[in-house]
């Protein structure tokens, strides 16, 4: 059963208008529309100009992120009629720089994270390079990070969050998330080469559990979780002096060859 | 009106809708302890200025003291009672283990044992309530 539904899209081109506008589209959706079919169908029936960022359509490359009906959503990952409104509106993801229409600018949230160096670092730096064997884990090790492995950078928690709306320099729960995916990992000993970073001023401890980042989060990842297991973390190790966890050593199995070109 | 920057400032602390009830509590435990900070503030001026002009160090307050009082009161008791909820949470307790995101996705910092405290602290506060509202009339002399 087809429906016609009204789009108000938000339009502003900052390199050439001063003001951004609110275009008015009537879309018909079925059951199965999701907003990104609509915007797309707009692009190609009615607005050739309307600047849209997506690509992988299934909620895994975290490109679509916007403002649907004031909340951060996946595009491609909310159904239209769920929404249960005649009129739904779009903007682009709030407390991104805009760059054209919908399509916000995340360059400042990869350079935080890149900032927590998020990768596994260990003192084998010689085993890291030319490795002989593998570093096995048992199953409750990979448990204790792998919720938080599942985020697919699409900022919808950095948009929510309250503190990143007036702290510009606050790393973020996506990249605090990340911080704590990596330093949770039983194969990593890297914590101490991230806390100059995380426990900063601008680092987890501006978090106050607001929780809007895990109310928008599409993949289950719960990144408030991580942030306040990332502040116990640092409070374990640097207040209460507890030794960080076993790391695991290096297994060689001579039944699996490595070859790496 | 948006601008390019198109960040939302302090109405990023306001906004609710859509979000989970812990935003809200939020949203009150900052405007709480904003409130709770300018009374104190005020109050020390206040009674500063009192003490160095007359000299007069403590007086029973009056109608708009005793309002002040006992608005005061209820501030600081929901502020305490939310702020050990906090406490515990942003060290790592009440937040549940890491699971498997397996979807339809649960977040344990949105349901389980953090929930539970928010019951329990509003509960907390309105038994504290009941006993204030007696302190309160008493206080006004009802
Ligand atoms: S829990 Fe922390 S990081 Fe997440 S939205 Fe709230 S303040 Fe931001
Ligand atoms: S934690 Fe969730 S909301 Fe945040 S970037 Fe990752 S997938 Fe997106
Ligand atoms: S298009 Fe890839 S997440 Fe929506």
């Known amino acids: 059963m087809e429906r016609k539904i009204q789009f108000k899209v938000f339009k502003f081109n900052p390199s050439i208008e001063v003001t951004p506008t609110w275009r008015v589209y009537e879309v018909e959706v079925d059951r199965g529309t999701t907003v990104l079919d609509a915007l797309l169908k707009i692009k190609e029936e009615q607005d050739p100009s309307l600047a849209i960022r997506y690509s992988c359509r299934q909620a895994i490359c975290g490109s679509c992120g916007m403002m649907i009906n004031g909340k951060q959503r996946l595009a491609c990952f909310t159904r239209v009629l769920e929404l249960n409104s005649k009129i739904i509106y779009v903007e682009p993801l709030s407390n991104y720089p805009i760059i054209r229409d919908l399509v916000t600018d995340f360059s400042e949230l990869f350079s935080k994270e890149r900032s927590v160096k998020p990768y596994i670092i260990r003192d084998d730096v010689e085993e890291m390079s030319n490795p002989t064997g593998m570093y096995l884990q048992k199953p409750d090790e990979l448990l204790s990070y792998l919720q938080f492995a599942d985020c697919i950078e699409c900022g919808l928690c950095s948009s929510a969050c309250p503190t990143v709306s007036t702290d510009r320099l606050f790393l973020s729960p996506m990249v605090l998330n990340k911080a704590y995916r990596f330093s949770a990992d039983s194969r990593d000993s890297g914590l101490v080469h991230r806390l100059p970073v995380i426990d900063s001023e601008h680092g987890c401890w501006r978090c106050h559990f607001a929780a809007a980042c895990s109310s928008v989060c599409p993949k289950g990842v719960d990144p408030a979780k991580s942030i306040q297991l990332l502040k116990r973390m640092i409070t374990s190790t640097n207040i209460f002096k507890k030794s960080r966890k076993r790391i695991v050593e290096i297994s060689s199995r001579p039944h699996v060859t490595l070859s790496f070109p | ?142």
Do not use: C, D
């Open chain 2, 1 to 142: 009106m948006k601008s390019r920057e198109n960040r939302e400032g302090i109405f990023g602390w306001l906004k609710f809708r859509g979000y989970s009830i812990e935003k809200i509590l939020y949203i009150s435990q900052r405007v709480s302890g904003v409130g709770i900070l300018v009374f104190l503030i005020t109050h020390i001026l206040n009674v500063g200025l009192i003490y160095a002009t007359t000299g007069i160090l403590w007086e029973p307050p009056g109608l708009i003291g005793k309002a002040i009082l006992i608005i005061l009161g209820v501030i600081v008791i929901f502020h305490s009672l939310n702020g050990i909820r906090l406490t515990l949470v942003e060290y790592g307790f009440l937040v549940g283990k890491p699971i498997r995101a397996v979807y339809p996705y649960r977040m344990t910092t949105l349901s389980g044992k953090q929930r539970l405290a928010i019951y329990l602290v509003t509960t907390v506060f309105v038994i504290l309530m009941y006993f204030w509202t007696m302190v309160a009339f008493h206080l006004l002399g009802w």
